[in-house]
């Protein structure tokens, strides 16, 4: 058994973003300014999209959007509920209703046909998540509900890097991504909200800061013009130069982070595969470039004879860290008890939530540290 424990996850900080945040420190502006709207520049460039608004986090990005959406009491927002509770949370927060649509069962994605199943007349905004950093299928979503009022932004928390047809989630339409310390860029925290529309981008521009009119940032003055006025009342959602400055160096290195997370994922997958009590996620069956944010596995509880729960304990017990992405929102307490939610409505994400673990994945790692998270799968599955 190994000796130290092994993190599911840890974020790669090195010398160069600690010496970009001293740099920030040491300038005598930390919040909001020039190294801000450089993040923004360098990942809309990144992602290919016309425009990049950065936030204290992928929630509050969702929470702008709704409120730029303007949706509310009445309107549906249709949603998977293999998620994070983010988006499902601040829906009924907002007063709207969130319809779930079940995911497929080897993907963890919704699709198309599940979604458009689920569009009514008051529809007003679907969510996609590109799940564990597989892109799931936008293009013939958005083509499904083009011309009716209803809007599409993808969670794309997991999908830094992530391309699908040849393309970069975030270059077309709204995308929300997260720098949370497990995503595959950090900002310690933080957010980005990438779109092709220009008059949604400025109504974030304004909700992000208190809803201010002026986002120009005065090179004297650093930061806000002091004569901006209110236009909307607005929240406080906009990221510091300190996480900003982190978030150039992680971009700078995103590539190099990427590609040894698909390293470690293909050697799981080929040390995994003789494992019959492992069940592994399937590659959606269109062109697209994994940016590999979890390693996933579902646990076959009736081979193995014990629970999910007890694999995650018996791994621990081992010192391998693991995660659980995600517990089905719809079975939550308070989705089950206040919307009357309850299981059978949602067979493949409940099948999934009971089965479902992430296993460590992250740059740092080395290959010795995937054979013996396998070894150790091995052993709590031997120990019956
Ligand atoms: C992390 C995550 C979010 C929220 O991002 P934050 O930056 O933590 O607010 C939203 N959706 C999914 C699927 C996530 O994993």
């Given at each position: 058994m190994r000796e130290a424990f092994l993190p599911f996850c840890k974020p790669s900080i090195g010398d160069a973003e600690i010496a970009a945040v001293r740099e920030v420190l040491r300038s005598g502006w930390i919040t909001t300014g020039a190294r801000s709207a450089e993040f923004e520049a360098a990942f809309a460039a990144h992602v290919g999209a016309p425009h990049a608004v950065a936030l204290a986090s992928g929630t509050g990005g969702m929470h702008i959007v709704l409120k730029a959406l303007g949706v509310g009491p009445g309107d549906e927002v249709i949603t998977p509920s293999m998620t994070w509770v983010s988006t499902v949370n601040l829906a009924v927060l907002a007063g709207a209703t969130p319809v779930f649509v079940d995911v497929d069962r080897d993907?963890?994605?919704?699709?198309?046909?599940?979604?458009?199943?689920?569009?009514?007349?008051?529809?007003?905004?679907i969510v996609p998540?590109?799940?564990?950093?597989?892109?799931?299928?936008?293009?013939?979503?958005?083509?499904?509900?083009?011309?009716?009022?209803?809007?599409?932004?993808?969670?794309?928390?997991h999908a830094v890097g992530t391309a699908c047809r040849g393309r970069r989630i975030g270059a077309v339409g709204t995308s929300i991504f997260s720098f949370h310390p497990i995503k595959n860029i950090t900002t310690?925290?933080?957010?980005?909200?990438?779109?092709?529309?220009?008059?949604?981008?400025?109504?974030?521009r304004r909700l992000k800061f208190h809803g201010l009119g002026v986002d120009a940032?005065?090179?004297?003055?650093?930061g806000r013009a002091p004569q901006a006025e209110v236009v909307e009342p607005g929240y406080k959602y906009n990221m510091t130069d300190i996480a900003a400055a982190i978030g150039l160096v992680q971009l700078r290195r995103v590539e190099?982070?990427?590609?040894?997370?698909a390293e470690l994922a293909a050697r799981y997958r080929e040390r995994l595969e003789p494992i019959d009590e492992i069940i592994p996620l399937r590659d959606p069956p269109y062109p697209a470039t994994h940016s590999w944010h979890l390693f996933i596995v579902r646990l076959d509880i009736d081979k193995a004879g014990f629970s999910r729960?007890?694999?995650?304990?018996?791994?621990?017990?081992?010192?391998?860290?693991?995660?659980?992405?995600?517990?089905?929102?719809?079975?939550?307490?308070?989705?089950?008890?206040?919307?009357?939610?309850?299981?059978?409505?949602?067979?493949?994400t409940e099948?999934?939530?009971?089965?479902?673990?992430?296993?460590?994945?992250?740059?740092?790692?080395?290959?010795?540290d995937v054979d013996e998270v396998v070894d150790a799968i091995k052993e709590a599955i031997a120990a019956g």
């Open positions: 993907t963890l994605m919704v699709t198309p046909e599940t979604v458009a199943r689920a569009v009514t007349d008051r529809t007003r905004l998540v590109h799940f564990a950093g597989a892109a799931a299928d936008v293009d013939p979503i958005r083509d499904g509900v083009a011309g009716r009022p209803i809007a599409v932004v993808e969670d794309a928390a310690g925290e933080g957010g980005m909200v990438c779109s092709d529309d220009a008059a949604l981008v400025e109504r974030l940032h005065d090179r004297q003055m650093q190099t982070f990427n590609r040894r997370r729960d007890d694999f995650m304990a018996r791994l621990k017990q081992r010192h391998i860290g693991t995660g659980l992405h995600f517990r089905a929102v719809h079975l939550q307490k308070y989705y089950a008890q206040q919307m009357g939610m309850r299981r059978g409505m949602l067979p493949h099948w999934n939530s009971d089965r479902i673990c992430s296993l460590p994945l992250f740059p740092d790692m080395t290959g010795e």
